[in-house]
């Protein structure tokens, strides 16, 4: 029996980039601050190269010239000449790849950094636009293959250059004709044939960028979703599905290589006619006594040590079409409009801000056609407790990310300590605002290292003070390994109601002026759900919370309930004030008693 398709919703987007402007030219701006070291690698890989063929011109020469029995000075200055070529030609090598990776990993480092603070205005808000193994493939490898601007395209090239005029100039000048040999064979490896590999790779590397992103999506997907897949039995569709990605990548790869044995092909036998060439003139020019004999070796040889200037010119292009593309999705997050404005010039927080003021708050998410906030208003004045209670989707979490700063306002107002949010630092208002989310992410590490997200120097003593508070001293106490115990990737090793717990406790240690409470009971089982509530309650005694819920039972001591429906308050008082009106509180309470 084939069931339902359950991998559906993985689908592929199947977007297209969206393709950023001058992509290449960004990069180059990107690697402006190491333009110096890039300078200097690129001499040294010239001082290589020039050596290189200095060596083999020298040789070739004190090959021949040995021949005619010459004097001794004559052949100790060519021995010398000759290890003075090749251990320069060693040491500078060794200094291009040193100071062009430093150059290159500098570059690297500065881009992550820019894409990490971008990525940290963009969250929670602005991430649902890149799929998260997509995201992580960006970060990690398409920035990698920026630094091959920097390593495997400009130097070569310039390299190219440099070198190449100076060593056709000194064929020339040997004999002009198989200067013009050199030239004409040069020119062709260094234009027509990366312009053939790189029209090649073109075609190839089209989709490459975007193939590892959606193989790391695709495994990301299946790791976090294994549990369901098994269940529905999707696996097999998910893994055939990365299959599919893995054999482009390969045929991708493949295709690749090819381009460069191709390009690599077209260079050898353009070496070796070069050689034939300069050989053909040569011998005439000697017959012909134009030229002495023992310069015929050098006119033959220098051809073979040349073209190691223009070998890695096909590959450089391949790297240059790799350049683009990565640099497309790179500068694609960084273009990424942000969900929240952050204020040219904020205003430092007052003092002990922690007054929470909204009227008439109208919020939208970026991209949605209708306002999930429409005129809410609401005080959360010093020490006291507002539940904010409402059916699914209308608008409670929103209404939280708003007062976090995830999310921007567009009408209305919201004060903390009589500034306006939106002229505050995001990181100012969230150092006086914290919050707890329904799915609080637990690290993959020690319980106190989860508490000390809270605060980093806080106490063991601290920690267990707090996870008294929530009631889990007990539980912490009995377990062998106390608060070093491992809390497992997403804190698996816990259970719902513990994971809640310890991030409450974690809040609590961080101890913000206001506290957030998101559906702290959301994926608790009702006895638990009433028993965390209670502790919630107690423990947030004279604190400033807004305590967000979908559970009305349990709330009679909270200073205010404020009901809301698609993004409207529709009702707000105490308890006993709701149960008098005998409204819509009122009515969903019976409901909900009469469930448990
Ligand atoms: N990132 C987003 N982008 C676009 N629309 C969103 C986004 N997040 C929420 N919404 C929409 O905003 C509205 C309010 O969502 P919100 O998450 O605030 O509801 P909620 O009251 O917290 O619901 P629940 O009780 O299910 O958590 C919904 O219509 C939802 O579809
Ligand atoms: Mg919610």
């Known amino acids: ?9 993985l689908e592929l ?34 001082t290589a190269v020039a050596a290189a063929i200095g060596l083999m011109a020298t040789s070739a020469w004190l090959i021949s010239r040995a021949s005619q029995h010459p004097t001794e000075t004559v052949l100790t200055t060519a021995i010398c000449a000759v290890e003075f070529f090749g251990l320069t030609r060693g040491l500078a090598r060794y200094g291009e790849r040193l ?29 649902p636009a890149f799929r998260r193994g997509d995201l992580l493939s960006r970060l990690v490898q398409d920035v990698e ?13 310039a390299i190219a250059l440099v070198v190449g005029i100076a060593t056709v100039a000194l064929v020339w000048w040997l004999l ?64 055939d599905r990365i299959a599919h990605h893995d054999t482009e990548l390969t045929t991708i790869a493949a295709a690749s290589a090819r381009t460069a044995g191709i390009g690599l092909g077209l260079t050898t036998l ?4 070069a050689t034939w060439g300069a050989l053909l003139v040569g011998v005439t020019a000697v017959h012909q006594e134009r030229m002495p004999g023992v310069q015929l070796a050098v006119l033959a040889l220098v051809p073979l040590a040349a073209f190691e200037i223009v070998v890695g010119l096909p590959t450089a292009t391949e790297a240059l079409e790799r350049v683009r593309r990565s640099a497309d999705r790179v500068f694609a997050v960084l273009d990424t409009p942000v969900p929240v404005r952050e204020p040219d010039d904020p205003v430092a927080l007052p003092a ?26 609401l005080t959360l004045a010093p020490g006291r407790r507002v539940a904010v209670v409402g059916p699914s989707g209308s608008g409670k979490t929103t209404l939280a990310n708003v007062l976090l700063r995830f999310v921007d306002y567009e009408a209305g107002s919201v004060t903390l300590g009589g500034v306006e949010l939106d002229r505050l630092d995001g990181d100012d208002v969230r150092s006086v605002v914290g919050l707890v989310a329904d799915d609080a992410h637990l ?51 816990l259970s719902g109601g513990q994971r809640q717990r310890v991030a409450l406790a974690r809040a609590l240690l961080a101890d913000f002026p206001v506290l957030l409470l998101d559906e702290p009971t959301a994926h608790l089982e009702p006895a638990a759900a009433a028993a965390l509530t209670a502790d919630l309650l107690d423990v947030t005694r004279h604190r400033s919370t807004l305590f967000i819920t979908h559970r009305l039972l349990g709330l009679e001591e909270v200073d205010e309930i404020v009901v809301i429906d698609a993004g409207r308050v529709v009702e707000r008082g105490t308890h006993d004030l709701l149960m008098a009106a005998d409204g819509r509180y009122a009515r969903l309470w019976w409901r909900e008693l009469e469930m448990v």
Not at 35 to 46: E, P, Q
Not at 145 to 157: A, C, G, K, T, Y
Not at 226 to 238: C, P, S
């Open 13 to 46: 987007p199947g977007h297209d980039e969206p393709g950023t402007k001058a992509p290449l030219l960004r990069t180059l701006r990107l690697a402006l601050p190491a333009r110096r070291r890039l300078a200097l690698s690129i001499l040294l890989g010239a």
């Open 443 to 493: 690290f993959d590490t020690t319980l106190v290292a989860n508490l000390r997200i809270g605060r980093r120097d806080a106490t063991d003593d601290e920690c267990y003070a707090v996870l008294e508070e929530v009631g889990l001293l007990e539980w912490v106490g009995a377990l062998p390994k106390g608060l070093k115990t491992r809390v497992g990737e997403d804190g698996v090793r």
């Open 270 to 273: 353009l070496t070796g006619l």
């Open 99 to 127: 100071v062009g990776h430093d150059a290159a990993f500098r570059v690297l480092g500065d881009v992550r950094v820019t894409i990490y603070e971008r990525l940290e205005r963009l969250a929670p808000a602005g991430l």
């Open 176 to 239: 002009p004709a198989a200067g013009l040999v050199l030239l004409v064979a040069l020119v062709l490896a260094a234009t027509v044939v990366p312009w053939l590999t790189g029209a090649l790779a073109r075609r190839s590397q089209a989709r490459q960028a975007a193939e590892r992103g959606a193989l790391t999506a695709a495994v990301v997907d299946l790791l976090a979703g294994v549990q369901d897949l098994t269940a529905f039995g999707g696996t097999e569709a998910q893994l």
């Open 352 to 377: 002990g801000a922690d007054e929470l003021r909204v009227t008439g708050l109208r919020a939208r998410h970026p991209g949605a056609e209708s306002a999930a906030l429409d005129g809410v208003d």
């Open 1 to 9: 029996m084939t069931v339902m398709d359950p991998v559906v919703p």
């Open 145 to 157: 293959d920026l630094q091959d601007l920097m390593v495997r395209v400009i130097p070569p090239f």
